[in-house]
Nanobody, 128 residues
Framework: QVQLVESGGGLVQAGDSLRLSCLAS????????VGWFRQAPGKEREFVAA?????????YYLDSVKSRFTISRENAKNTVYLQMNSLKPEDTAVYYC????????????????????WGQGTQVTVSS
């Protein structure tokens, strides 16, 4: 069992940066692959990025954020980060982190049904 808490959202202008954090409870956090998803009003929740278990050597991104967002993890702090640069109004959404236990180094878990645990979300609003 793991509990996830997101933080770091806010209201920014286009071109600004934000860093989201996902703090996890539990002693075996390094065994989990962690993903970030987002959901804009009236739209389905979509995959943004994921990072593999352990040292996080494998990452995977939504094409539209690949050159702007970076996912990373710090297992000693039970935390996964999403650094978001050059934000655009279309990035406005509630951002959720999610986790699942995995025994491989794969990070391509892009379907929300792949994940067992979810945080409550943090709002990111980008004004033009």
């Amino acid at each position: 069992q793991v509990q996830l808490v997101e933080s770091g959202g806010g209201l920014v202008q286009a071109g600004d940066s934000l860093r989201l954090s996902c703090l996890a409870s539990g002693r075996t956090f390094s065994n989990y692959v962690v993903g970030w998803f987002r959901q804009a009003p009236g739209k389905e929740r979509e995959f943004v990025a994921a990072i593999s278990r352990g040292g996080g050597g494998n990452t995977y991104y939504l094409d539209s954020v690949k050159s702007r967002f970076t996912i990373s993890r710090e297992n000693a702090k039970n935390t996964v980060y999403l650094q978001m640069n050059s934000l655009k109004p279309e990035d406005t959404a509630v951002y959720y982190c999610a986790a699942r236990v995995t025994y491989n180094g794969n990070s391509r878990y892009t379907n929300m049904h792949d994940y067992n645990y979810w945080g409550q979300g943090t709002q990111v609003t980008v004004s033009s």
